[in-house]
């Protein structure tokens, strides 16, 4: 059988309002894309988005964003940047993309590829997939934080809409006596 991988993909990326950045990640991944890069700066109002797609499909699902957009931010319509890259570069330059984040002094969450820091205390090893559970989202980092900040060993934990199951990841790591976690999302 013939291998069918796409010979090139659309790297696409678009500025929204930061505050309008969890339902055009949550659009994208419902219709476009199965993951995809949040690019956040302390104290900016916008929130980049990249993600990934076949060539082919690039047309429809620029369209179908544009849509959404449209309807979201009626009268200004962000840009949607895109750009072509080789099948054989797409892997390695999205993993690039993704760096190890410093939650916390010694909170460390990290793709699989990359190394911890010597010293980390909480090393979190998550497979970048999906729009939240990678730390890479505000909501995780407030999280997490607050987690290191007040939890206890020997508490119980419940994370509801766990995801990648980060959040559960730090509180076993910090001694919980019973973790719950729970996903609609197979």
């Known amino acids: 059988m013939k291998d069918t991988k796409p010979e090139r993909f659309i790297e696409a990326?678009?500025?929204?309002?930061?505050e309008l950045s969890d339902a055009v990640c949550n659009f994208i991944v419902d219709n476009i894309a199965s993951g995809l890069v949040l690019e956040e700066e302390e104290g900016s109002p916008n929130t980049g988005i990249m993600f990934y797609l076949p060539e082919e499909a690039g047309k429809a699902n620029h369209r179908a964003l544009e849509t959404y957009l449209g309807d979201l931010l009626p009268g200004r319509v962000p840009d949607i940047r895109e750009k072509l890259i080789e099948n054989a570069a797409w892997e390695e330059q999205y993993k690039a993309s993704i760096k190890p984040m410093r939650i916390a002094e010694?909170?460390?969450?990290?793709?699989?590829?990359?190394?911890?820091?010597?010293?980390?205390?909480?090393?979190?090893?998550?497979?970048?997939?999906?729009?939240?559970?990678?730390?890479?989202?505000?909501?995780?980092?407030?999280?997490?934080?607050?987690?290191h900040d007040h939890f206890q060993p020997h508490m119980r934990f419940l994370d509801l809409g766990t995801g990648s199951g980060i959040l559960s990841i730090l509180a076993d790591k910090m001694g919980a006596s019973y973790i719950k976690a729970i996903d609609y999302d197979s």
């Open 106 to 147: 010694d909170i460390i969450v990290r793709p699989p590829w990359e190394s911890a820091p010597t010293g980390t205390r909480f090393d979190i090893v998550v497979e970048p997939k999906m729009a939240f559970g990678t730390g890479s989202h505000e909501t995780t980092r407030s999280c997490l934080s607050v987690i």
């Open 13 to 18: 990326r678009v500025l929204v309002p930061r």
